[in-house]
């Protein structure tokens, strides 16, 4: 078992580009969690999905940004029309129901 | 809303001297509390859960309900316990959405 695999671990864009964030949970979890490490912060919680489903996207800016978690696949963050301060490590952590939740190693976005 | 505070962001010990990272939290409802390490060029992972009561790697935490507090404890620090540490809370259901301190950057001097 590989671990939670995030992909790309470092991704440049210019500003009003896409940048989409891929992230493979351990085998066998069916809960995916994204969270945004700005530069100096902590990390915010960002949303929350189960296959198919968000079931939590509270912490999701409300324009721009986008996640997804298909029956087959990974699980996808996209931020549209990237700004500056989108500029940030982005974490995926993946469960078993009820479970500890295990971190990748994070992608850090930078906008250019 | 919960809410978790790490007041230190760097701290700052000798080898074998005893460390406590400090970590408050506020959250109506009943609290699951984390540590979690982050040592250098690694990813984010579990230290120690309120609810196992274990001592992982010498620390030890304890659930504070009346000073709504988690601190980070060892009796005497080793080198490699050189790391960013995050004090974390979640819900009632462990695994579900976690709210984060900031961090506490630890450095063990030899």
């Known amino acids: 078992n590989a671990g939670v695999m995030q992909n790309p671990r470092h991704l440049v864009r210019r500003r009003g580009q896409e940048a989409r964030l891929r992230c493979s949970p351990m085998?066998?979890?069916?809960?995916v969690y994204w969270y945004r490490q700005l530069p100096e912060e902590g990390l915010k919680f960002m949303v929350y999905?189960?296959?198919?489903?968000?079931?939590?996207e509270s912490g999701m800016p409300k324009e721009r940004f986008s996640a997804e978690f298909p029956k087959e696949g990974p699980s996808i963050l996209r931020i549209q029309q990237v700004v500056r301060g989108d500029s940030a490590a982005y974490f995926c952590?993946?469960?078993?129901?009820?479970?500890?939740?295990?971190f990748g190693q994070g992608t850090r976005l930078t906008v250019v | 809303a919960q809410r978790v505070t790490q007041p230190e962001k760097l701290l700052s010990v000798f080898k074998g001297a005893p460390v406590e990272l400090k970590c408050n939290y506020s959250?109506?409802?009943?609290?699951?509390l984390f540590w979690y390490v982050q040592y250098s060029r690694q990813r984010l992972q579990l230290l120690l859960r309120h609810i196992s009561r274990e001592s992982i790697k010498g620390f030890t935490a304890d659930l504070n309900k009346g000073e709504t507090s988690f601190h980070l404890k060892k009796p005497f620090a080793q080198e490699e316990d050189s790391a960013m540490y995050y004090c974390a809370l979640g819900g009632e259901t462990s695994g579900s959405r976690l709210t984060f301190g900031e961090g506490t950057q630890l450095t063990v001097n030899p």
């Open positions: 085998k066998g979890h069916s809960h």
């Open positions: 999905l189960q296959k198919e489903n968000i079931i939590d």
């Open positions: 959250y109506s409802g009943s609290p699951e």
């Open positions: 952590a993946s469960s078993y129901y009820g479970q500890e939740a295990f």
